[in-house]
């Protein structure tokens, strides 16, 4: 439907597995070729064949501010300017680190990263040093990266793919990585009675945004905080989409809970690529130099990442921005639920603020095992429907979508209009 879009596909599978830099942008799960993208600017991306889109992926999160900020512009100009990377410290990463911690209050101490992937698997491995256990739980559905303890039961693209457990995870590290159903807090219960002191952590996404998007219910996380706490076990929260998103201080503030380490990433790098882990000193502490868990990067604390992601959390501390992002987000789901009902569609409709997602299966829906019911079929062809009206959705029913301060009503409308037909025709 894209020629330069269609003929770029073609040549970037000569050199690039599968043609994309990561799975679900090959637009597998949801038929056709993936957009290549010329460039963006707020809310709009623009592809090769000079269309242009509302755009609700932005950047699979990071984005919260809507793309080429002009201020994030001029600080990464300004950065530039004395360099791209020192393999030294820099002041901007102290300032980076002392906003996270001052913003996060269970984080004393943070380590930055290049990216949620590196920030989980590090986080792991500090809560098996710490307590001297193995074995972690996660929960189906949820997506920490792609480091191999956690492609077990994985949300994200390992779902779109149909390949949750892959293929190259040892069977020997897999069976130590224990799931269980998301807001189940009964079968925690159950499992820590039996095998508690040999669990290192607990980690969980706070509001899972990666099997779509998934609220907990009432009392989930609280629960996993004071179990973790009676077995002596490391609570982490993944807040790699939901930090600085649901809130400044992400859905730990939220929901008023302390874990004991935390995962960021997305937004505090300001669209460029970063991670950070962070939690009690007492744990932190353990980390090298200061202690023996080992963990490095060669582009850690990038000065370029820093300047973007110190850039956005200003903006981000301004009076009113979380309640400007709440409104959008009920704007925009008012409408798509009143298309919902005079559509007489099946459609589930989830949010937390900015997050939303739209589900092909009626709710509620409250774990993997029902999600995994949706059907991906009319997806696709919704998302299809989408596309050409110019609305750029991710391109699988287990993501999330995101709205930024840079969608305006405008841009709300006419995809509340979209969606009406989108409806109407799958009717
Ligand atoms: N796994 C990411 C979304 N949850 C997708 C990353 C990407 O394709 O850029």
């Known amino acids: 439907m894209t020629d330069r879009s269609q003929a770029l596909f073609a040549e970037a599978q000569k050199y690039i597995v599968g043609g994309v830099n990561s799975p679900v942008r090959a637009f597998k799960a949801v038929g056709g070729r993936p957009l290549f993208i010329k460039g963006a600017e707020g809310s709009r991306i623009f592809d ?29 100009k300004e950065t530039i300017e004395h360099g791209t990377s020192y393999g030294a410290p820099t002041e901007l990463e102290i300032d980076l680190a002392s906003m996270i911690v001052r913003a996060v209050p269970s984080i004393e101490l943070v380590r930055l990263v290049n990216s949620g992937t590196e920030a989980v698997m590090s986080a792991i491995r500090l809560a098996r040093a710490y307590t001297g256990r193995s074995k972690i739980i996660k929960f189906e559905g949820c997506y920490h990266g792609h480091a191999d303890s956690l492609l077990v039961k994985a949300g994200s693209g390992a779902t779109t793919l149909g390949i949750p457990d892959s293929p190259g995870v040892p069977h020997d590290l897999a069976k130590l ?74 859905a730990q503030q939220l929901y008023g809970l302390s874990p004991d380490l935390t995962c960021l990433g997305k937004i505090i790098g300001g669209g460029l690529p970063v991670g950070a882990y962070g939690g009690k000193k007492e744990i932190m502490e353990l980390i090298a130099p200061t202690g023996p868990v080992y963990q490095a990067g060669t582009l850690s604390g990038n000065p370029l990442a820093m300047a973007a992601g110190i850039q956005t959390l200003k903006i981000l501390a301004q009076k009113g921005i979380y309640e400007e992002l709440e409104k959008k987000g009920q ?35 409250f774990n993997y095992q029902q999600v995994k019911g949706c059907d991906t079929g009319q997806y696709a062809q919704y998302f299809q429907h989408m596309l050409t009206q110019g609305i750029y959705l991710a391109p699988s029913q287990f993501e999330t979508g995101f709205l930024s301060l840079a969608h305006s009503e405008g841009d709300i409308e006419k995809t509340i209009t979209s969606n009406y037909k989108a409806l109407k025709t799958l009717k």
């Open 177 to 250: 990585t224990l799931t269980l159903p998301y807001n189940d807090l009964e079968e925690v219960e159950r499992l820590l009675e039996r095998e508690g002191e040999g669990i290192a952590c607990v980690i969980v996404e706070p509001i899972a945004g990666n099997m779509g998007l998934i609220p907990p219910v009432e009392g989930f996380l609280a629960g996993l905080r004071s179990l973790t706490a009676k077995y002596s076990m490391v609570l982490i929260f993944d807040e790699v989409i939901t930090g600085f998103r649901v809130a400044y201080g992400g």
């Open 331 to 365: 704007r925009l789901c008012a409408g798509i639920e009143k298309n919902i009902q005079e559509t007489g569609s099946s459609l589930y409709l989830t949010r937390i603020g900015s997050m939303f997602c739209t589900f092909f299966q009626p709710g509620p829906l």
């Open 48 to 76: 090769v064949d000079g269309r242009e889109y509302v755009d609700y992926v932005c950047s699979w999160g990071p984005l919260i501010l809507g793309h080429s900020h002009p201020s994030i512009v001029q600080a990464l």
